[in-house]
Structures are given as structure tokens and as C-alpha cells.
């Protein structure tokens, strides 16, 4: 599975974006897809998950409330809708695919396939 992720920018604290992320070569199908999140300096963290099969999400405790995660079976894409974003959601934002269970999908070594990342910055 090749994955792109892309809708990362600038914006103000309180405002929003949507990341998304298409996959190539085969389907979501089978997969879990999640988004991660490295600010400088920092390690890689877990932010929301999306089983493609049944739809069952999962968020980190600083994103719930804010983040949404949705799919298209159409277009093979994962959304990641941040609002009231905060400075420190900043960070470059990696999607990827796995197929964890439910006690590792907020491990990153769950997922076996990645994309480049795309660039989130939160100013205040």
C-alpha cells in the first residue's frame, strides 16, 4: 500500500484543517488506517484510528472532542478533520496503514506502511 498524505498548513490556534490520506497500489481494505504526529523534538505520537471494516475509531485523550477521522470507500481516503487546533497539535502529520488489534492501534509499530507526512503548524 503507497500512501500520500496531504492538506497539512499554517493556521491560527482555534482554526481547523483537513488532512487526508489516499492509498495506492491496493485498498484500505482489510487495513486500519491511523494518523501519528512527531512535533521537533519530540516522539512520534499516536493521534486517531480508523478500522476500514466497521468504522470503529480511536483518538488520543489530547485530540478527543476536537479531531474527527473519517473514510471514503470511494476514493480509498482517510480524512483527519482537526479543529480548535491548539500550538501544540503542531507537528507533521503521518498517516498510516496496520492491521493491530485493538490493545496496539495506538503503537506505531502496529503499522506497517507510512506516508511522507504533511506539515501542521499552529500559531498563537
Known amino acids: 500500500v503507497q500512501l500520500q498524505a496531504y492538506g497539512g498548513g499554517l493556521v491560527q490556534a482555534g482554526g481547523c484543517l483537513r488532512l487526508?490520506?489516499?492509498?495506492?497500489?491496493?485498498?484500505?481494505?482489510?487495513?486500519?488506517a491511523g494518523w501519528f504526529r512527531q512535533a521537533p523534538g519530540k516522539e512520534r505520537e499516536f493521534v486517531a484510528a480508523?478500522?476500514?471494516?466497521?468504522?470503529?475509531?480511536y483518538f488520543a485523550d489530547t485530540v478527543k472532542g476536537r479531531f474527527t477521522i473519517s473514510r471514503d470507500y470511494a476514493k480509498n481516503t482517510v480524512y483527519l478533520q482537526m479543529n480548535s487546533l491548539k500550538p501544540e497539535d503542531t507537528g507533521v502529520y503521518y498517516c498510516?496503514?496496520?492491521?493491530?488489534?485493538?490493545?496496539?492501534?495506538?503503537?506505531?509499530?502496529?503499522?506497517?506502511?507510512w506516508g511522507q507526512g504533511t506539515l501542521v503548524t499552529v500559531s498563537s
Open positions: 480508523i478500522r476500514w471494516s466497521g468504522g470503529n475509531t
Open positions: 498510516a496503514a496496520g492491521r493491530p488489534i485493538a490493545s496496539t492501534v495506538r503503537a506505531h509499530v502496529s503499522y506497517g506502511y
Open positions: 487526508s490520506c489516499a492509498a495506492s497500489g491496493r485498498t484500505f481494505s482489510g487495513y486500519t
